[in-house]
């Protein structure tokens, strides 16, 4: 399998998003994009994502969802400069993976936590407008945050397996 080019979105410097790249390899990949912060803010990034993004894999609509979910968080609740979105395939199980630069709060993780166990009302409580998770759980089979907090994985069925 090819190695897919990465999709660069923003102005990226330097190479303070080395680490997001490093993350970013695996065999399985078929999509990779940098974002810097000033892409992140910017409406349009999420429509250029979808337009390359490959077809038939995700609901459209589901992959706008987590997209703008996930990037509204890092800037938002997780004060992101850089962050790489990978998305890999192995049978029919879809990673969607978001590695952020620097890495996520903690309180994050205790939200997670909160919107797994249904405790809605508490995650709004921990971060303002917090209901990220609870939508994402919807989606998504599985949610994961690396020990260093900065990587957030979401693990779901591809589109066709959902069908089937």
């Not at 990465?6 to 190479?15: A, D, N, Q, S």
């Not at 910017?42 to 589901?62: C, H, K, N, W, Y």
């Not at 703008?68 to 962050?83: F, P, R, S, Y």
């Amino acid at each position: 399998m090819n190695e897919p080019a990465i999709k660069k979105f923003g102005l990226l410097k330097g190479e303070d998003y080395a680490p997001a790249i490093k993350a970013m390899e695996h065999p399985d990949t078929f999509y990779k994009a940098l974002f810097d912060k000033q892409a992140l803010w910017d409406p349009a990034t999420i429509d250029r994502v979808l337009q390359s993004f490959p077809q038939g894999l995700i609901d459209e609509t589901d992959l706008f969802l987590i997209l703008a979910e996930c990037i509204a968080n890092a800037v938002l609740h997780g004060q992101a400069e850089i962050l790489g979105f990978h998305a890999r395939k192995r049978g029919s199980v879809l990673l969607l993976s978001f590695y952020q630069i620097p890495a996520m709060q903690m309180r994050v993780g205790i939200v997670l936590s909160l919107a797994r166990a249904g405790q809605i009302r508490e995650c709004t409580a921990e971060i303002p407008g917090g209901l990220g998770f609870p939508i994402l759980l919807r989606l998504v089979d599985k949610i994961t945050i690396s020990n260093d907090y900065k990587r957030l994985q979401l693990w779901m069925q591809e589109k066709s397996a959902k069908t089937a």
